[in-house]
Structures are given as C-alpha cells and as structure tokens.
C-alpha cells in the first residue's frame, strides 16, 4: 500500500522493520537462557517500547500520505 501510494519514508520504515525482526530473533536465541518471568519481562518491553512508539509515531507519520491518496479529485483542478 505504501509503496502504491509513493510514500517517501518506505525505505526507512521498512528498515525499522527489519530491525524489529531482529529484535524479536535475538529474544528467541536469548530466550533458551532465560526463566519465563524474564522472557515475559522482555515481551512486555518489546511490546511497551519499539511497538508502542512505533505504532503512535513512525505508522502515524504516514497516515496523512494514505488519506491525500484516497481524496477524490477535484473536479476543474
Ligand atoms: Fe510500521
């Protein structure tokens, strides 16, 4: 969708992504060394820091880019 729309952050955004990827395989390789509390404590502040933030800011940055794409076109413009 957003590479149909243009959207100029898309190289950027998808490299945070794959750097969340990356967070979540270093937590399965770390897991195998962890107590289920501390693999519990890791998810929550995957969930409550990268996914959070990236949810409320990065994905919000590219809301306004998806609505101009889906306004109907001014009729005389
Ligand atoms: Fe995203």
């Known amino acids: 969708m957003l590479a149909a729309i243009g ?5 950027g955004h998808k490299l945070l992504h794959q750097e969340f990827r990356q967070m979540l395989r270093d937590l399965l390789d770390e897991a195998r060394r962890l107590t289920l509390d501390e693999i519990a404590d890791c998810i929550e502040d995957l969930i409550n820091g990268w996914f959070y933030q990236h949810i409320l800011t990065v994905d ?4 306004d880019a998806v609505k101009a794409s889906r306004k109907p076109p001014v009729p005389g413009a």
């Open 7 to 11: 959207y100029s952050g898309l190289a």
């Open 60 to 63: 919000a940055d590219y809301v």
